[in-house]
């Protein structure tokens, strides 16, 4: 894909939990996640798609299963009708094919008409035993002068609650500092309803297998993450503000690239990877020149024959096999042209291939289209 506009970084007006996240591993990242023309060079996952759908289910609270899978499957299409407008999301256009897809789909279903049967059953609000409660489901919310927003999954008078469609297997050596990330959300969304008058007493993590992890909200704590988040938010526009290169801003690293979505457009991960052995990588990548590309036989196989440098501190010449409808069409590209390959998957000789990985311990993540003169930041 060929793409030689650059992307210009622009302050931020106000940070959220996602963009907080992000900010704590990479600066950089931060400011990529708020660029919309950034975002067209993210290949986003199915995973995170599910739990969008189950916030959909969750906040609707349907009383009976046929319902819920009617939400479900709206949600469902809401978000492959907005991935077939994303050159990179396309190949996703069949979700029976997303990991995991029928076991979240029949967990989220069930947990949505068991949390509908509890509310139907329930006292209606302002009737006698107290007054109304404050509360609501992805309600833009605002605090600190406007300076932090963020819409949580669910909420009143008692609770907070963020909804996932599922939880790290806590065998994953990331799984502590993902379930972490949830609790520094949760402690802001609670500083953004605290604002509102009534601070929540409890904060809840809620996954689709109807797993519950829960915490008494910490009123300091939350206060002391809303002020690092401002912070944050002040250093990153300061730096943007004075014109500073883009690396300048990054934070390389296993960690704060392992699972970054802007790899193949970051110049800082480029120059760090190549520097380090690859084994510190968690995602093979590669860059290099296109030499050919073989026409398949089917008109969607093909292959790009490539020339590596810096694969494992080596180079050499491979052929990938690729598919149209899953990883664009590159057939058109003069030899000659610079290629990006990330999110590669390793043959046992150690050759890059581009399948997705089966490996239920990691993340899904399919491999990305090889792109040729990548879009880089300014």
């Not at 290949?43 to 009617?70: I, V």
């Not at 996932?164 to 959300?185: C, H």
Request: aromatic letters at 6%.
């Amino acid at each position: 894909m060929d793409a030689r506009r650059p992307i210009v970084l622009t302050p931020a007006a106000r940070t959220s939990p996602t963009l907080w996240s992000h900010m704590r591993l990479c600066s950089l990242r931060a400011a990529l996640s708020s660029n919309p023309d950034a975002d067209s060079w993210v290949l986003h996952s199915p995973r995170a798609w599910l739990g969008t759908a189950f916030h959909r289910l969750m906040a609707g609270a349907p009383a009976d299963s046929s319902e819920a899978a009617s939400l479900w499957d709206g949600a469902i299409a809401e978000i492959l009708a907005e991935a077939s407008r994303h050159r990179l999301d396309a190949r996703f256009a069949n979700p029976e094919r997303w990991p995991g897809y029928y076991l979240v789909r029949q967990r989220a279903i069930a947990s949505a008409v068991e949390k509908g049967g509890r509310r139907s059953g329930a006292r209606p609000r302002g009737s006698q035993g107290g007054p109304p409660r404050a509360g609501g489901s992805e309600r833009l919310l605002t605090a600190r002068s406007g300076r932090l927003a963020g819409r949580p999954d669910q909420f009143d008078s008692t609770a907070v609650t963020e909804y996932k469609s599922s939880l790290p297997d806590p065998v994953r050596a990331e799984a502590a500092s993902i379930v972490d990330g949830y609790w520094r959300q949760l402690r802001l969304y609670s500083v953004l309803i605290g604002e509102m008058g009534s601070w929540p007493a409890t904060a809840r993590i809620v996954a689709a297998s109807g797993q519950v992890l829960e915490e008494p909200v910490n009123r300091l704590a939350c206060e002391a993450e809303a002020d690092a988040a401002i912070s944050g938010l002040d250093a990153m526009n300061r730096a943007l503000s004075t014109g500073c290169d883009s690396a300048a801003l990054a934070s390389p690293g296993k960690v704060a690239c392992g699972q970054c979505a802007y790899l193949a457009i970051c110049p800082a991960f480029w120059s760090w990877c190549e520097a380090n052995p690859w084994p510190e990588l968690l995602e093979p990548a590669a860059r290099g020149t296109l030499l050919s590309v073989d026409p398949g036989m089917d008109g969607d196989l093909y292959a790009v024959n490539v020339r590596l440098t810096g694969r494992y501190g080596t180079g050499g010449d491979q052929s990938l096999a690729l598919r149209k409808s899953v990883h664009g069409d590159l057939t058109g590209l003069p030899s000659g042209s610079a290629l990006r390959i990330v999110y590669a998957n390793l043959r046992p000789d150690g050759r890059l291939r581009a399948e997705p990985r089966r490996d239920r311990r990691r993340p899904f993540r399919p491999s990305h289209a090889a792109m040729a003169a990548s879009s880089s930041c300014a």
